[in-house]
């Protein structure tokens, strides 16, 4: 079978399944604010120490993240500097460290989901912790608690993500039985003993991460076959997948398991890691760009949002894949604060999406071969703004068309600050359509019918009207 042929019936494939899913799940993905709009979650995971040291990042640096279209940080914090685990011990310095960075994100517009890895805790055992010897749920428990007190009234603090890659390790158990006796209910403790801090955080589930040579359709993450029994949860599984044959049973999977816990999915973290040699072969990030687009548009066409491992540089390398050296960093630098994109995988991330929409979103689709973003919606202006991420200087450097069904166009050239209006129906405001060039954001005050379902369309170039004899306006 030739190479057209394959693209052509796997596109024809993904459309089949993945439309069907989207339709099942057009509203439930997502979050919602404290107003109550429609928010799509996308950003990075954020370290605070590599092998090298800390990694400690500046209000310029969060404002990069912003213009790359990020709304949530997931911070990855290390058990050792939290815990009493072994020979480790509660570090307030850190936490100081973990605050500043809360606030920077705040004031650039990002909420914060904190996820528990085990790193530094060298006295950790799994078989330990779900057989809760030598008290280690309650050790673990305590370090969480640092966190569930110092933000539970922080409203930019979405929630937890509770117990990162839990593994199996040598335990002589089934992934089921692992999950079900003893995954389960350590969740179900830990949402217990955190809802005194706060009633309103959201606390994110994942499941076993299998051990090697363990895997379900190549995707190396168990399943979860078990309601948790308890509310404000969030399924957060981890995709790192580069066969596009695998992709769309993977995410039907997690279609599934949502379905069972009756709980939102946000991919926690995602994108295969990059090798070395792809920084220099053009071959190898056309193969990149590939398979991040199908994955992205999955993501897009489920509403589902996404979190993209790691917002660094290259101060190190891992080498546990066949194909040799490898790394998450999406900056090719050899520091931890990068600032050279590895634009393969960073236009696919930063890729135009509705950010916050007052009202309810039923579908919306970035596609890259036309660089079109269509969103269909149901408007709500009494939940407040909306904001829609372009990205104007990577997607549109042609400058973009607004199109808001047939109410309104407005065209922004890269050449102007503003928007030009050149249509609007009577009793509608052009000025409540503004555009946040810092931000790189589409800020809609107020939409132009109320209650009403609206298609939305970012298009490149700017309008003409198709007949030369009628005006714009």
Do not use: C
Request: negative net charge.
């Amino acid at each position: 079978m030739n190479r057209i042929l394959q693209m052509a019936l796997i596109a024809t494939l993904f459309s089949t399944l993945i439309l069907g899913s989207a339709q099942a799940f057009d509203i439930k993905h997502g979050l919602r604010d404290s107003d109550g709009r429609h928010m799509i979650p996308r950003g990075f995971v954020i370290n605070t120490n590599d092998h090298a040291g800390s990694v400690d990042f500046n209000p310029d640096d969060y404002l990069r993240m912003v213009r790359m279209g990020a709304n949530v940080q997931v911070i990855r914090l290390e058990l050792g500097r939290l815990s009493e685990f072994g020979q480790s011990s509660f570090e307030p310095e850190y936490l100081a460290r973990v605050k500043r960075a809360t606030t920077l994100a705040r004031e650039a517009g990002i909420k914060t989901i904190f996820k528990l890895t085990v790193y530094g805790a060298k006295g950790f055992s799994w078989s330990e912790l779900y057989l809760d010897e030598n008290n280690a749920q309650q050790t673990y428990i305590n370090a969480w608690r640092h966190i569930w007190d110092t933000f539970k009234d922080n409203d930019a603090v979405i929630g937890y993500d509770l117990v990162n890659e839990p593994r199996k390790k040598d335990m002589d158990i089934a992934y089921d039985d692992l999950t079900n006796q003893y995954l389960i209910p350590f969740y179900e403790k830990l949402i217990d003993a955190a809802l005194p801090y706060s009633e309103t955080k959201q606390f994110l589930i994942q499941t076993v991460f299998m051990n090697k040579g363990d895997a379900i359709n190549n995707n190396q993450y168990a399943e979860i076959k078990q309601k948790i029994k308890r509310k404000n949860i969030i399924f957060a599984p981890h995709i790192y997948q580069k066969n596009m044959d695998y992709i769309v049973p993977t995410m039907e999977r997690f279609a599934k398991e949502s379905e069972l816990l009756q709980a939102p999915i946000l991919i926690g973290e995602w994108g295969f890691p990059t090798f070395v040699t792809t920084d220099n072969s053009v071959k190898e990030q056309l193969n990149y760009i590939e398979f991040y687009i199908k994955t992205a548009e999955i993501f897009d066409q489920m509403g589902v949002g996404s979190i993209k491992a790691w917002f660094l540089g290259n101060r190190s390398y891992q080498n546990f894949l066949p194909g040799g050296q490898s790394t998450w960093a999406i900056f090719r630098d050899k520091q931890a604060i990068g600032t050279v994109e590895r634009k393969y995988i960073t236009d696919i991330i930063a890729r135009p999406y509705p950010q916050l929409i007052a009202g309810d979103i039923k579908s919306f689709l970035f596609d890259f071969a036309s660089r079109t973003l269509s969103l269909t919606m149901v408007s709500d202006n009494r939940q407040g703004a909306s904001r829609i991420f372009i990205g104007a200087d990577r997607h549109y450097p042609d400058g973009f068309t607004v199109h808001i069904d047939d109410d309104m166009i407005l065209t922004k050239s890269p050449l102007t600050r503003g928007f030009e209006v050149k249509h609007s129906k009577p009793n509608t405001n052009p000025g409540n359509i503004i555009w946040d060039e810092d931000r790189q954001q589409l800020v809609i005050l107020a939409w132009p019918s109320d209650k009403s379902e609206l298609d939305v369309q970012i298009t490149p170039g700017l309008y003409k009207h198709p007949d030369p004899a009628v005006k714009d306006h």
